[in-house]
Protein backbone atom coordinates (compact mmCIF):
# COMPACT_ATOMS: atom_id res chain seq x y z
CA UNK A 1 0.00 0.00 0.00
CA UNK A 2 0.94 3.77 -0.42
CA UNK A 3 2.68 5.86 2.33
CA UNK A 4 -0.36 7.51 4.68
CA UNK A 5 0.04 11.06 5.17
CA UNK A 6 -2.16 13.21 6.78
CA UNK A 7 -2.43 16.51 8.07
CA UNK A 8 -3.81 16.96 11.67
CA UNK A 9 -5.89 19.58 12.96
CA UNK A 10 -3.16 21.61 14.13
CA UNK A 11 -1.36 21.62 11.12
CA UNK A 12 1.44 18.65 11.64
CA UNK A 13 2.37 16.27 9.06
CA UNK A 14 1.40 12.53 10.23
CA UNK A 15 3.16 10.28 8.08
CA UNK A 16 2.71 6.30 8.29
CA UNK A 17 4.18 3.76 6.08
CA UNK A 18 1.28 1.32 6.67
CA UNK A 19 -1.71 0.92 8.41
CA UNK A 20 -0.83 0.78 12.67
CA UNK A 21 -1.39 -2.18 14.37
CA UNK A 22 -0.62 -0.53 17.80
CA UNK A 23 -2.34 2.69 18.57
CA UNK A 24 -2.29 4.95 21.98
CA UNK A 25 -5.43 7.22 22.38
CA UNK A 26 -5.36 10.02 25.01
CA UNK A 27 -8.54 11.38 24.24
CA UNK A 28 -11.92 9.50 25.47
CA UNK A 29 -14.06 10.28 22.51
CA UNK A 30 -11.51 9.39 19.98
CA UNK A 31 -11.03 5.63 22.09
CA UNK A 32 -14.50 5.15 22.00
CA UNK A 33 -14.56 5.89 17.90
CA UNK A 34 -11.47 3.44 17.46
CA UNK A 35 -13.67 0.65 19.09
CA UNK A 36 -16.80 1.55 16.42
CA UNK A 37 -14.44 1.25 13.82
CA UNK A 38 -13.72 -2.19 14.60
CA UNK A 39 -9.94 -1.19 15.68
CA UNK A 40 -10.72 -3.47 19.00
CA UNK A 41 -7.22 -5.45 18.62
CA UNK A 42 -5.16 -2.64 17.90
CA UNK A 43 -5.66 0.01 20.78
CA UNK A 44 -2.91 -1.23 23.51
CA UNK A 45 -3.22 2.01 25.17
CA UNK A 46 -5.97 4.40 26.72
CA UNK A 47 -6.45 6.54 29.75
CA UNK A 48 -8.42 6.52 32.83
CA UNK A 49 -11.03 8.37 31.53
CA UNK A 50 -10.99 6.53 28.26
CA UNK A 51 -15.06 4.79 29.78
CA UNK A 52 -16.52 3.72 26.63
CA UNK A 53 -17.20 1.40 25.33
CA UNK A 54 -17.10 0.20 29.00
CA UNK A 55 -17.24 -3.45 28.53
CA UNK A 56 -14.10 -3.03 26.39
CA UNK A 57 -11.79 -0.68 27.36
CA UNK A 58 -12.13 -2.51 30.97
CA UNK A 59 -8.86 -4.99 29.09
CA UNK A 60 -6.76 -2.01 27.73
CA UNK A 61 -3.71 -0.37 29.28
CA UNK A 62 -3.88 2.63 30.78
CA UNK A 63 -1.37 5.16 30.28
CA UNK A 64 -2.65 7.70 32.69
CA UNK A 65 -3.39 11.34 31.58
CA UNK A 66 -5.17 13.00 30.07
CA UNK A 67 -2.56 15.17 31.96
CA UNK A 68 0.63 13.55 33.00
CA UNK A 69 0.98 10.67 31.15
CA UNK A 70 3.21 7.58 31.88
CA UNK A 71 5.93 7.97 29.31
CA UNK A 72 8.08 5.04 30.32
CA UNK A 73 4.72 2.84 30.08
CA UNK A 74 4.34 4.43 26.01
CA UNK A 75 7.68 4.04 25.48
CA UNK A 76 7.17 -0.06 26.34
CA UNK A 77 4.27 -0.31 24.59
CA UNK A 78 5.72 1.19 21.57
CA UNK A 79 2.85 2.78 19.51
CA UNK A 80 2.57 2.70 15.98
CA UNK A 81 0.87 6.10 16.10
CA UNK A 82 -1.08 7.89 19.28
CA UNK A 83 -4.33 10.31 18.93
CA UNK A 84 -4.43 13.25 21.16
CA UNK A 85 -5.78 16.37 21.49
CA UNK A 86 -4.68 19.61 21.68
CA UNK A 87 -7.88 20.72 24.26
CA UNK A 88 -6.91 17.69 26.59
CA UNK A 89 -3.51 17.06 26.71
CA UNK A 90 -0.35 18.79 27.52
CA UNK A 91 1.42 20.40 24.62
CA UNK A 92 4.84 19.67 26.31
CA UNK A 93 4.20 16.08 26.94
CA UNK A 94 2.27 16.11 23.04
CA UNK A 95 5.48 17.36 22.02
CA UNK A 96 7.58 15.31 23.79
CA UNK A 97 6.08 12.28 21.96
CA UNK A 98 6.29 13.50 18.73
CA UNK A 99 10.03 13.35 18.89
CA UNK A 100 9.54 9.66 18.87
CA UNK A 101 6.24 8.61 17.20
CA UNK A 102 3.33 9.45 14.90
CA UNK A 103 0.68 12.04 16.86
CA UNK A 104 -2.08 13.17 15.72
CA UNK A 105 -3.79 16.16 17.30
CA UNK A 106 -7.16 16.73 17.14
CA UNK A 107 -8.61 20.03 17.33
CA UNK A 108 -12.41 20.26 17.16
CA UNK A 109 -14.66 23.35 18.03
CA UNK A 110 -17.98 22.66 15.95
CA UNK A 111 -19.59 19.62 14.16
CA UNK A 112 -17.54 20.30 10.82
CA UNK A 113 -14.22 19.49 12.38
CA UNK A 114 -15.68 16.67 13.99
CA UNK A 115 -16.85 15.04 10.93
CA UNK A 116 -13.63 15.77 9.46
CA UNK A 117 -11.68 13.94 12.37
CA UNK A 118 -13.66 11.09 12.29
CA UNK A 119 -12.91 11.14 8.53
CA UNK A 120 -9.19 11.83 9.13
CA UNK A 121 -9.19 8.95 11.46
CA UNK A 122 -10.82 6.39 9.44
CA UNK A 123 -7.97 7.45 6.14
CA UNK A 124 -4.86 6.95 8.98
CA UNK A 125 -6.50 3.22 10.51
CA UNK A 126 -7.29 1.91 6.86
CA UNK A 127 -11.58 2.33 8.36
CA UNK A 128 -12.14 4.39 5.45
CA UNK A 129 -15.98 3.06 4.67
CA UNK A 130 -16.99 2.63 8.35
CA UNK A 131 -15.77 5.99 9.36
CA UNK A 132 -17.67 8.06 6.57
CA UNK A 133 -20.65 5.78 7.24
CA UNK A 134 -20.34 7.43 10.74
CA UNK A 135 -20.16 10.60 9.28
CA UNK A 136 -22.77 10.35 7.13
CA UNK A 137 -25.15 9.14 9.82
CA UNK A 138 -23.89 12.02 12.29
CA UNK A 139 -24.50 14.63 9.46
CA UNK A 140 -28.23 12.69 9.06
CA UNK A 141 -29.22 12.97 12.61
CA UNK A 142 -28.44 16.66 13.24
CA UNK A 143 -29.94 17.96 10.15
CA UNK A 144 -33.23 16.06 11.28
CA UNK A 145 -32.54 17.75 14.62
CA UNK A 146 -32.62 21.24 13.10
CA UNK A 147 -36.05 20.67 12.10
CA UNK A 148 -36.80 19.62 15.52
CA UNK A 149 -35.74 22.73 17.39
CA UNK A 150 -37.20 25.56 16.10
CA UNK A 151 -37.15 28.17 19.62
CA UNK A 152 -33.94 29.07 21.39
CA UNK A 153 -33.67 29.43 25.09
CA UNK A 154 -30.84 31.74 26.79
CA UNK A 155 -28.68 29.36 28.79
CA UNK A 156 -25.10 29.83 31.47
CA UNK A 157 -23.71 26.35 30.85
CA UNK A 158 -21.16 25.40 33.68
CA UNK A 159 -18.78 23.02 33.51
CA UNK A 160 -16.56 24.19 36.87
CA UNK A 161 -17.57 24.53 40.12
CA UNK A 162 -15.45 26.89 42.73
CA UNK A 163 -14.58 28.87 40.41
CA UNK A 164 -17.50 28.41 37.97
CA UNK A 165 -16.19 28.24 34.59
CA UNK A 166 -18.09 28.26 31.47
CA UNK A 167 -17.52 28.46 27.55
CA UNK A 168 -17.37 31.20 24.61
CA UNK A 169 -18.27 30.45 20.99
CA UNK A 170 -15.17 29.15 20.14
CA UNK A 171 -15.94 25.27 21.77
CA UNK A 172 -17.29 22.64 20.69
CA UNK A 173 -19.82 22.51 23.54
CA UNK A 174 -21.35 26.35 22.44
CA UNK A 175 -21.69 24.35 18.91
CA UNK A 176 -23.67 21.60 20.73
CA UNK A 177 -25.48 23.92 22.56
CA UNK A 178 -27.23 26.02 19.65
CA UNK A 179 -28.21 22.29 17.96
CA UNK A 180 -29.90 21.89 21.70
CA UNK A 181 -31.64 25.05 21.57
CA UNK A 182 -29.53 26.46 23.89
CA UNK A 183 -27.84 30.36 23.16
CA UNK A 184 -25.09 30.92 25.36
CA UNK A 185 -25.32 34.24 26.94
CA UNK A 186 -21.57 33.96 27.77
CA UNK A 187 -20.54 33.15 23.71
CA UNK A 188 -19.16 36.08 23.10
CA UNK A 189 -16.43 36.18 26.30
CA UNK A 190 -12.84 36.53 24.74
CA UNK A 191 -11.35 33.57 26.91
CA UNK A 192 -12.44 30.13 25.66
CA UNK A 193 -13.05 28.81 29.25
CA UNK A 194 -14.24 32.02 31.04
CA UNK A 195 -14.41 32.09 34.68
CA UNK A 196 -17.41 33.86 36.00
CA UNK A 197 -19.26 34.80 39.38
CA UNK A 198 -22.14 35.23 40.90
CA UNK A 199 -23.18 38.62 39.62
CA UNK A 200 -22.01 37.62 36.09
CA UNK A 201 -24.44 35.29 35.96
CA UNK A 202 -26.94 37.86 37.61
CA UNK A 203 -26.38 40.51 34.72
CA UNK A 204 -26.73 38.05 31.84
CA UNK A 205 -30.19 36.60 33.74
CA UNK A 206 -30.21 33.18 31.47
CA UNK A 207 -33.37 30.84 31.06
CA UNK A 208 -31.63 28.22 31.99
CA UNK A 209 -28.27 27.30 34.29
CA UNK A 210 -26.88 24.13 32.49
CA UNK A 211 -24.99 21.81 35.10
CA UNK A 212 -22.55 19.15 33.26
CA UNK A 213 -21.89 15.86 34.75
CA UNK A 214 -18.26 16.47 33.50
CA UNK A 215 -15.38 17.19 34.05
CA UNK A 216 -16.89 18.54 37.44
CA UNK A 217 -18.88 16.12 38.60
CA UNK A 218 -22.34 18.37 39.33
CA UNK A 219 -24.60 16.65 41.64
CA UNK A 220 -28.37 17.05 42.55
CA UNK A 221 -27.32 18.82 45.79
CA UNK A 222 -25.83 21.28 43.16
CA UNK A 223 -28.90 21.87 41.65
CA UNK A 224 -30.92 22.64 44.58
CA UNK A 225 -28.50 25.02 45.36
CA UNK A 226 -28.56 27.20 42.22
CA UNK A 227 -31.70 27.08 42.01
CA UNK A 228 -32.07 28.77 45.59
CA UNK A 229 -29.49 31.04 44.49
CA UNK A 230 -30.67 32.18 40.94
CA UNK A 231 -34.55 31.91 41.43
CA UNK A 232 -35.06 33.36 37.81
CA UNK A 233 -33.63 29.93 35.96
CA UNK A 234 -34.21 26.54 35.75
CA UNK A 235 -31.34 24.60 36.37
CA UNK A 236 -30.92 21.06 34.87
CA UNK A 237 -28.26 18.11 35.38
CA UNK A 238 -27.34 17.30 32.28
CA UNK A 239 -25.14 14.87 30.63
CA UNK A 240 -21.94 16.22 29.74
CA UNK A 241 -20.84 13.51 27.21
CA UNK A 242 -23.32 14.86 24.83
CA UNK A 243 -22.42 18.17 24.80
CA UNK A 244 -18.56 17.74 24.63
CA UNK A 245 -17.87 14.48 23.39
CA UNK A 246 -17.20 14.38 19.91
CA UNK A 247 -16.56 11.28 17.23
CA UNK A 248 -19.03 7.91 17.47
CA UNK A 249 -20.61 9.66 20.50
CA UNK A 250 -22.28 11.94 18.07
CA UNK A 251 -24.85 9.21 16.85
CA UNK A 252 -26.37 9.24 20.29
CA UNK A 253 -26.44 13.01 21.01
CA UNK A 254 -29.39 14.17 19.14
CA UNK A 255 -31.88 12.12 20.13
CA UNK A 256 -30.71 13.24 23.55
CA UNK A 257 -30.85 17.13 22.93
CA UNK A 258 -34.66 16.11 21.18
CA UNK A 259 -36.28 14.98 24.38
CA UNK A 260 -34.74 17.96 26.77
CA UNK A 261 -37.29 20.25 25.70
Known amino acids: MNEIKITDQIGNNVNLKTYPNKIISLVPSITE ?4 L ?9 TPYCVHPKYKVQSVDKIKGPHKIDLQKIRDLQPDIIFASKEENLKEEVEELMKHYPVYVSDVKNLHEAIEMINQIGKITGTEIKSEEIGKNVLKQFNGLK ?6 KSACYLVWDEPMIT ?5 F ?24 NSSDI ?3 KPEYIILSTEPFSFTNEHVAMFK ?3 PFAKVLLLDG ?6 GSHLLKTPDYFKQLF
Do not use: C
Open 173 to 196: IHDMMQFAGLRNVFANNTERYPKI
Open 228 to 230: SQY
Open 167 to 171: VNKNT
Open 33 to 36: LLFD
Open 202 to 204: KNK
Open 241 to 246: EKFAWY
Open 38 to 46: GLDEKVIGI
Open 147 to 152: KVLKSS
